[in-house]
Nanobody, 122 residues
Framework: QVQLVESGGGLVQAGGSLRLSCAVS????????MAWFRQAPGKEREFVAAIGRMGGIRHYADSVKGRFTISRDNARNTVYLQMNSLKPEDTAVYYC???????????????WGQGTQVTVSS
């Protein structure tokens, strides 16, 4: 059974930092590209960041570029999202997701986590 379990969300003041983690089990982690998406209240889910199988390829949404960093540890089957200089508009449920092939940016990923809430107060 494939599981993606996010952790690290919470409440933080604007300008602060959080580090999200996603522990993956039940699949060959190093053969999957991984990504983070987010969904704010009343809005559609949107792409945040993606990382290739070996970590050499990384993509970011323009809204988070320079503030967020995606990384992975294939030995620990874990993907991370370091979020710095957080803004109230970053408030959303953040989802971890993985796919074996296809575009980094579309939402037709193979597996999804349950999400973790990030709230940034002004």
């Amino acid at each position: 059974q494939v599981q993606l379990v996010e952790s690290g969300g919470g409440l933080v003041q604007a300008g602060g930092s959080l580090r999200l983690s996603c522990a993956v089990s039940g699949l060959a982690f190093s053969t999957y590209a991984m990504a983070w998406f987010r969904q704010a209240p009343g809005k559609e889910r949107e792409f945040v960041a993606a990382i290739g199988r070996m970590g050499g390829i990384r993509h970011y949404a323009d809204s988070v570029k320079g503030r967020f960093t995606i990384s992975r540890d294939n030995a620990r089957n874990t993907v991370y999202l370091q979020m710095n200089s957080l803004k109230p508009e970053d408030t959303a449920v953040y989802y971890c997701t993985g796919r074996s092939s296809g575009s980094y940016f579309t939402q037709d990923y193979d597996y999804w986590g349950q999400g973790t809430q990030v709230t940034v107060s002004s």
